[in-house]
């Protein structure tokens, strides 16, 4: 009887013991996202601020220059990189709800 009142323990231990590694991966990979997240919103925003120097730029001097069309290819690569790392979000979210 002992033994198996030791063995349901047991089993309910381990049981807990499983929910509880799937939360804590769970908040990890929950805690990379929001760094990656982080940086490329520091990306996007360093982008924004090189092409609104270029403008600025280009108005001052009364012509469009090469600061205009850098900033312009820096906030194209930095919402690529965005909408990228969103799909994979997403991916991963998918797939974790069909476990």
Same mark, same amino acid.
């Given at each position: 009887?002992?033994?198996?009142?030791?063995?349901? @323990?047991?089993? +309910? *231990? /381990?049981?807990? &013991?499983?929910?509880?590694?799937?939360?804590?991966?769970?908040? !990890?990979?929950?805690?990379? &996202?929001?760094?990656?997240e982080?940086?490329?919103?520091?990306? #996007? @925003?360093?982008? %924004?601020?090189?092409?609104?120097? =270029?403008?600025?730029?280009?108005?001052? %001097? =009364?012509?469009?220059? =090469? &600061?205009? !069309?850098? *900033?312009?290819?820096?906030?194209?690569? /930095? %919402?690529? &990189?965005?909408?990228?790392?969103? !799909?994979?979000?997403?991916? =991963?979210h #998918?797939? +974790? *709800?069909? %476990?």
């Amino acid at each position: 009887m002992i033994s198996i009142i030791c063995a349901c @323990i047991a089993a +309910e *231990g /381990a049981k807990a &013991e499983k929910s509880r590694a799937a939360k804590d991966a769970l908040s !990890e990979r929950q805690a990379r &996202e929001r760094a990656r997240e982080s940086q490329l919103q520091l990306a #996007m @925003i360093a982008a %924004n601020s090189e092409l609104t120097v =270029g403008v600025a730029m280009a108005l001052k %001097n =009364g012509r469009c220059n =090469g &600061e205009v !069309e850098a *900033g312009l290819a820096a906030v194209e690569q /930095a %919402n690529k &990189e965005y909408v990228k790392f969103l !799909e994979q979000v997403a991916l =991963g979210h #998918m797939n +974790e *709800g069909g %476990n």
